[in-house]
């Protein structure tokens, strides 16, 4: 495998791989209106400095046009990506014995 120079080690627990959800902060549509808020999507693309991810609904760059293929590049250190925060569900209610 070819080795990157680095001016510091990555750290293993910010490292995304290929396949792993985030949450970005941009411009995309929602129930048909365009809004600017934190999105789901899937990184398909992972480098030393950038990583690629893909979404599910139309997104924007912040000039105004439209992402035709979805996909949006980020730095690895962006501060408008995180995490996926946890939905609240149904599921995670009590349910009372029937």
């Not at 046009?65 to 995490?83: A, T, Y």
Request: glycine content about 6%; aromatic content about 10%.
């Amino acid at each position: 495998m070819t080795q990157f120079p680095f001016m510091k080690a990555p750290e293993p627990e910010d490292n995304l791989d290929v396949g792993d959800l985030v949450e970005v902060y941009c411009d995309h549509e929602k129930n048909g209106t365009r809004i600017r808020g934190w999105l789901r999507g899937i990184v398909v693309q992972v480098d030393p400095k950038m990583l690629a991810v893909q979404f599910r609904t139309n997104v924007y760059l912040t000039d105004g046009w439209m992402v035709p293929d979805h996909i949006l590049w980020f730095p690895q250190n962006s501060k408008h990506m995180r995490q996926p925060q946890r939905r609240s569900s149904k599921a995670s209610i009590p349910h009372s014995d029937l």
